[in-house]
């Protein structure tokens, strides 16, 4: 849809023309894994708001595997959103979203490429530490075909939209309080951003399959002009999974949805089902 959507979510690396990094991440960088396990696949409905009705207008994917990334054991996920030809009348839709992080979650490599309307785009991000500080380059290709590249030593850590996606599942919530904010920086092929997540509390959601979850539902916004904005939320099973299963979009063309339809390969029991 835009940048922002996970919401959002581009597969082929282009690390010969880059050096090779090391692997030695940052401690601050690394997160323990806790809430998914290699095989993990969701599915989700995709619905937009058209003259005050809710149409379903496509579907997306998320998955996740442990894979290699240059000889290195890592995680792989990754996101598809596909518009049916419905949404093709209003607003074509084809992105794929792809990462791959260590196994303790710092972010190694996102792509993402991207047909919206008629603007069909890449961006990628290529992480390495070195000194324990994160090295950054940053690749966008333009809706033109223009190659914009960019690079930077860090003191801090910075994640993609992908990467935080995951990182965000392995949090502890068990002592937040509702307005409890986690500030971050987020990147993309040409730009850094300040963003949050910000919590806003426990709920229920009925999603697609039929069931209803007790869920942890969740904000995540970025600053734009001085101002944070409002991007997406996010509602999570509250439980070790912290499986999505429903997500608000705000758009710059509208409001969508996307509720998950169906789910595998999770790692622990799904506790936050409610009968």
């Not at 149409?55 to 996740?64: R, T």
């Not at 809706?143 to 939209?161: A, I, N, P, R």
């Not at 069931?211 to 942890?216: E, F, N, S, W």
């Not at 939320?233 to 912290?242: E, K, P, R, Y």
């Amino acid at each position: 849809m835009e940048d922002k959507l996970m919401n959002t979510l581009k597969i082929m690396v282009l690390t010969t023309l880059l050096i090779l990094p090391s692997f030695g991440a940052k401690a601050q960088c690394q997160l323990e894994n806790t809430a998914f396990k290699s095989g993990e696949y969701l599915s989700f409905n995709m619905y937009f708001n058209w003259k005050f009705i809710w149409v379903k207008v496509g579907s997306a994917s998320m998955s996740v595997v442990q894979t290699r990334y240059q000889g290195k054991p890592a995680y792989r996920g990754s996101l598809l959103t596909r518009g049916n030809s419905r949404a093709d009348k209003l607003f074509v839709l084809r992105d794929t979203l792809l990462s791959y992080t260590t196994l303790e979650l710092a972010p190694l490599y996102y792509r993402k490429a991207a047909l919206e309307g008629s603007r069909y785009y890449i961006d990628e991000v290529f992480y390495s530490y070195h000194n324990g500080n994160p090295f950054i380059k940053q690749h966008q290709v333009s809706s033109k075909g223009v190659h914009e590249w960019k690079q930077h030593t860090l003191s801090d850590c910075v994640y993609d939209m992908m990467n935080m996606f995951l990182r965000a599942r392995s949090f502890n919530p068990s002592n937040w309080k509702k307005g409890y904010e986690y500030p971050f920086t987020m990147i993309d092929g040409n730009k850094t951003m300040s963003a949050k997540i910000k919590y806003n509390g426990k709920t229920v959601v009925k999603a697609d399959n039929g069931l209803k979850y007790r869920c942890l539902q969740l904000s995540y916004l970025e600053k734009e002009d001085g101002k944070f904005k409002q991007i997406v939320d996010f509602f999570i099973t509250d439980d070790a999974n912290h499986v999505p299963i429903r997500l608000d979009m705000y758009l710059n063309f509208g409001s969508a949805k996307a509720f998950l339809v169906g789910m595998k390969g999770q790692r622990s029991a799904m506790t936050s089902l409610v009968n």
